[in-house]
């Protein structure tokens, strides 16, 4: 896995060993970035599994200011803060090593230009966390939700005041790209 756009293009990033985490291909990163846009200059991201950090990592690459990081595995931890430091984004990063939701509810006040989605597989959240952001009104006007989860999931992808900006399937997994709208 690495960088594939920005200050840090072709950065080699590292993962957990084993299916603890499952990656999001290249190729699929690629889409997903090109439908949100090449570059982000100032953005803030939240990547609620932050699994390698891949995701965070990318948008800090292709200029985000800022991200806030979860995730809830101690190995996760360790390697998001190894990738963290090889790229030198310390001073970019805020890491979360809790639940997801004990994080969300103590950034509802905070918006977001970009949220990562991107649970285990047997994980069934999505709705769920769609929900909560939309509820809470934390994604900046314009700023879009990306989920990742396995293509045989049913998912809602009808929220008010969203638009889809992307909905394919890639390999095993469907990406959904919500926009907010002005």
């Excluded at 990547?47 to 979860?70: H, M, P, Q, T, Y």
Aim: aromatic letters at 8%; a neutral charge; hydrophobic letters at 40%.
């Amino acid at each position: 896995m690495r960088i594939i756009a920005g200050k840090n293009k072709g950065t080699k990033l590292e993962t957990l060993e084993g299916l603890k985490t499952r990656p999001t291909l290249d190729a699929t990163k690629e889409a997903i970035f090109s439908s949100m846009g090449q570059f982000f200059p100032g953005y803030t991201v939240l990547d609620v599994f932050g699994g390698s950090g891949a995701l965070s990592l990318e948008s800090i690459s292709r200029g985000a200011s800022k991200a806030w990081i979860i995730d809830n595995n101690v190995d996760a931890i360790n390697i998001i803060k190894t990738n963290t430091k090889k790229l030198h984004a310390e001073e970019n990063m805020i890491i979360h090593h809790a639940n997801y939701m004990d994080v969300l509810k103590t950034l509802t006040k905070q918006k977001f230009d970009i949220v990562f989605l991107d649970p285990p597989f047997r994980m069934k959240v999505i709705d769920e966390l769609i929900t909560f952001l939309t509820t809470n009104d934390m994604i900046e006007s314009e700023g879009y939700i990306m989920a990742e989860y396995p293509k045989e999931d049913i998912v809602k992808k009808s929220y008010d005041g969203y638009k889809i900006k992307l909905c394919r399937i890639y390999s095993s997994s469907e990406v959904l790209i919500l926009q907010k709208e002005n």
